[in-house]
């Protein structure tokens, strides 16, 4: 169990327009959600933590307008990126979480969302 | 703030070798830790966690004790296998609710181990 899916894998769009990434939890109810930026052979780092039904926080130096994150339910959470730029090409990573955020708790990752801004 | 620092990579090992891969943390308060692990193509799993001083989470014959007087938190195999190939992240996740990382993960910049038959 505590399967995370993303979707799409991978996505190509130009510049100025809007895309946006879908973060499930398949198979349990996710009380919280983060979003993660991963850059070639480098570290994941965290962008914002998200609670089902109340706003998302935002890591310092992340734009909140450029990345509008939303927490609908306790099994999707979606980013999108608006008037995505060439610099917004990355790797984006959700983790799912059962619990309250508190720091036992495990985070279960998805695959992953390759975008390519053109 | 937060932070972890892994040996830096790629490592290169044979079958059989032993493993060790370093890792220390600085922290405000008194974090969990966590061993990540990313496979070719796959998303991150957990391979191992620790949520306090002296305790040793283990798992598929990996290992790491949570030293707080050093604060580290290595990683070591006794036998490496082809399969174990993959990127590992070290990653802590604070316990201190009156600052903003409460529950957050840090990750470590990764070690690439490359296993060879």
């Known amino acids: 169990g505590a399967v995370v899916s993303q979707h799409p894998s991978w996505v190509i769009c130009k510049s100025g327009t809007s895309v946006k990434i879908e973060c499930r939890s398949l198979d349990f109810q996710a009380t919280t959600m983060f979003w993660y930026r991963q850059f070639p052979k480098q570290s994941l780092m965290l962008m914002a933590t998200?609670?089902?039904?109340?706003?998302?926080?935002?890591e310092q130096g992340v734009e909140k307008d450029k990345f509008l994150i939303n927490h609908a339910s306790l099994t999707l959470s979606t980013l999108t990126v608006t008037s995505a730029h060439p610099e917004d090409s990355s790797f984006y990573i959700c983790?799912?979480?059962?619990?309250?955020?508190?720091?036992?708790?495990?985070?279960?990752f998805g695959p992953g969302t390759r975008l390519t801004v053109t | 703030g937060n932070s972890v620092t892994q040996m830096e990579g790629p490592v290169t090992l044979s079958e059989e070798a032993f493993l060790t891969i370093n890792c220390t943390y600085t922290?405000?308060?008194?974090?969990?830790l966590f061993w990540y692990v990313q496979y070719p193509g796959e998303g991150l799993q957990l391979l191992l966690k620790a949520t306090k001083a002296d305790d040793k989470g283990s798992n598929k014959g990996f290992e790491a004790t949570y030293r707080k007087e050093t604060t580290s938190f290595h990683l070591e195999k006794g036998s490496v296998q082809v399969s174990d190939s993959a990127v590992y992240f070290c990653a802590l996740s604070d316990s201190y609710a009156g600052g903003t990382s409460y529950g957050k993960l840090t990750f470590g910049q990764g070690t690439i181990l490359t296993v060879h038959p």
């Open positions: 998200s609670n089902e039904g109340s706003k998302a926080t935002y």
């Open positions: 922290a405000t308060g008194y974090p969990s």
């Open positions: 983790s799912a979480s059962k619990g309250t955020g508190d720091p036992g708790d495990e985070q279960y």
